[in-house]
Structure formats: C-alpha cells, structure tokens
C-alpha cells in the first residue's frame, strides 16, 4: 500500500502545481501570442505597402536640387548659408521617403513596435504609416494595453510576496539577533522548557494506543490510578478528536470511482487564483527606500550589459534609456542599432515596469498617507488608528 500510495501522492502534488501556475501561464501566454499575432499582422500591411511619391517628397528634391546648384556657382561665399539651408531642409524630410518599408517591418522589427504598443513606451522611430495600419494600431493597443496591465498586476503579486516575505524574514532575523544579544546574559533550564514543550505539544499525525500514551506519561505512576486513567482518556480523546478534523480537511480522493468531485473542486481553486489577483499587491508593505535601490539595481545591471551590443550607447547614457523605457515614457531619442537583440531583452522591460509599477504605488500610498497628515494638521484633527488585519 505504501509503494502505490506515493506516486499517487507525487500525482497529485503535481496536478496541484499546475493548477496553481496556470492562471499566470495563461496570462503571460496571452500576452506572448498575442504580440506575435500583431507582429505578423504589421509586418503584412505596412512591410507590403506600395512606396508613393508625395508631393512634399518632391518638393524637397527640388529644393535640394536648388541648394546644390546654388553651392556649386558661389562655393567659398555661399558655405556657411549652404549648411544652415540644408539642415533646415534635412529637417523638414520624413524616414519612410528613404527606407524600403520591407527593411523596416520584418518581423522583428514589427513585433519589437508591438512590444513598444502595449507596454505604452512608444519610442516614435517606427510608426504606420498607411491608413489601415493606424486604425488597426489604435485596435490592437485598446486590446493589448489591458492585457499588459494584467500581466503586470498578477506578475505584481508575486514579486509582492517575495519581497514581502523577504522583508518579514530579514526582520525576524534582526529580532532573533537583538533578542540574542539581550538574553545573553542569562541562563535557563533546557530540560524543563523542552519537557513541557513535549507535554504540551499534540501529535495530529496517527492517533497514539493507550500503551504509547502510557510509555510517553513518565509522571503517570506517582498519581492514582482513579485520576491516572482520566488523564489517559482525555488525551485519547483530544488525540482522536484533532485527527479527525485533519482527515476532514484532505480532499477526497477519487481517482477512479468518482473524478468529477475531484475535477470540480479543482476549476474552483483555479477560479479563485483568478479572483485573488492584485490582493497581494494591495498588501504590500516594505519602505519606499527599499524599492528605490532595488530600481536603481536593476536598471544598473541592465546598463552594464547593454553597452556589448548597443556599442553606440555608454554606460550612463543606457542607464537613461532603460529609466526612460521603465517608466514608459520613450521619448525616442535613443535609436536602437540592434532591435532583435533587444526582443530578447523583453522579460526584463516586462519585470522592471512590474518593479517600477510597485514603487509608484507605494509612493502613491505615502502620499495619500502625507495628505491625510496635511489635512488632519491644518484641520486640527487627529488621524484614526490604522486598523491591522489578521494574516
């Protein structure tokens, strides 16, 4: 029994993780096919499009034809007017009037503007240009801009409780180590705190014989028999009583008999992942100092490593660039030489804008709690206590 009873166990520890990682693989999975599906999308109707010359386009070849011929009859008197004409003509010129779309909307290229989409950092260096892809633009980030937010608030849960776990851990580790300092200097009897530790402690495992309970009571022979036995009894019955209300709690197994009940309680489990999603987030409570050095880390990190690819960009200037696309705002006026490259580098956008949405909320918080403080102060009243919730 013992050797079929554990790979049922192992089944359904796994069935259990699964279930439990779903709804964050669904939506992380969403949102990766959902940006292919847009990249082959645009790589189609704007990579396709036909090359129009406009009117502005020749326009500015006729001026520039002007420059040049007006350069080449006065060329030591006119040099300085030349650059000023030309840099003011060069200006007024758009991108799409030299570059083949084809070489702009590959594939990567198509789903590298996706990602800038949905994550509302919209660099500005690639843009539709054709009618149909502008409105299919404004239907894909009404859909995608959502999504993303989703998968930044589920995937804000869960670096919410690493940190919160990892704050409350390092300051228990603090207590325990100001706690040993304070009672260093005194001594106490190990035997006794460990003896009623033991007599004090119940057993929920399997339910313990009369002779085990017996074995275990070493005081039960100085006492009489009439209050002995009571004793015995007692415990038997507080024994009895806490394993069965851990049978209770497991989940009824029926693997071959009956899998729908097993089936049904699973779907609801997974319903209430669904539901619990952002309640994490709304409980996070760790020092906005805290948040901004974890910020100024990882983009640091990022910065260090991005200079192998982008040679243009130095050390400070990527750490400018990966400021400005965190915090989705992208001016543009950092070009990327190397967009596949930076595709791969999409997780990290996604977790440091999961970072960056944290730490906006938290000071968001504080200014709340900063304006609750400024009001009560002018109004001369004092602030009702915060209430505290049991965990």
């Known amino acids: 029994m013992a050797s079929t009873s554990q790979p049922l166990r192992g089944k359904k520890a796994c069935k259990k993780l699964f279930w439990a990682v779903f709804p964050h693989a669904c939506f992380i999975l969403s949102l990766v096919i959902y940006a292919f599906l847009g990249a082959l999308m645009f790589s189609h109707i704007e990579g396709n499009r036909k090359v129009n010359l406009s009117e502005e386009y020749r326009k500015f070849l006729q001026d520039l034809w002007n420059i040049s011929r007006n350069l080449s009859d006065n060329m030591t008197e006119n040099e300085e007017k030349f650059k000023e004409e030309i840099h003011e003509l060069f200006n007024t010129a758009k991108q799409d009037w030299f570059v083949n779309p084809k070489d702009i909307w590959t594939f990567f290229g198509s789903l590298f503007f996706c990602c800038t989409v949905f994550t509302t950092v919209g660099y500005g260096n690639t843009y539709p240009v054709t009618r149909i892809g502008k409105y299919l633009c404004m239907l894909y980030a009404l859909f995608g801009i959502p999504l993303m937010f989703l998968v930044l608030t589920d995937m804000g849960d869960i670096l919410a409780t690493v940190l919160s776990k990892s704050y409350n851990e390092f300051r228990k580790l603090q207590s325990k180590i100001l706690a040993s300092k304070l009672c260093s200097g005194f001594t106490y009897n190990k035997g006794a705190e460990l003896k009623s530790r033991a007599q004090s402690k119940v057993d929920i495992n399997e ?47 029926r693997w071959s008999s009956c899998p729908e009940l097993t089936r049904g309680k699973t779907m609801s489990r997974v319903i209430e992942n669904f539901d619990k999603i ?54 543009g006026d950092t070009q990327l030489e190397h967009p596949k490259f930076f595709l791969f580098f999409s997780l990290y956008i996604i977790i440091g804008m999961e970072i960056v949405f944290i730490a906006f909320k938290l000071g968001q918080e504080r200014l709340i709690c900063l304006y609750k403080k400024l009001i009560s102060f002018c109004g001369g009243k004092k602030l009702p206590s915060k209430k505290v919730y049991p965990k």
């Not at 994490?280 to 990882?298: C, G, H, R």
């Not at 640091?300 to 696309?325: K, R």
């Open 207 to 253: 339910p313990l014989t009369i002779m085990e309970v017996l074995k275990s009571q070493s005081n039960a022979k100085g006492k009489p028999t009439k209050y002995r036995n009571a004793e015995i009894f007692e415990m038997l019955i507080a024994r009895e009583n806490e394993h069965t209300k851990l049978a209770r709690n497991k989940s009824i197994e």
């Open 278 to 331: 952002g309640q994490e987030l709304e409980k996070l409570d760790v020092p906005i100092v805290l948040m901004v050095l974890v910020i100024f880390v990882y983009i640091s990190c990022a910065a260090a490593i991005l200079p192998n690819w982008e040679t243009s960009l130095d050390f400070q200037e990527a750490f400018y660039f990966c400021f400005i696309t965190l915090t989705t705002i992208g001016f």
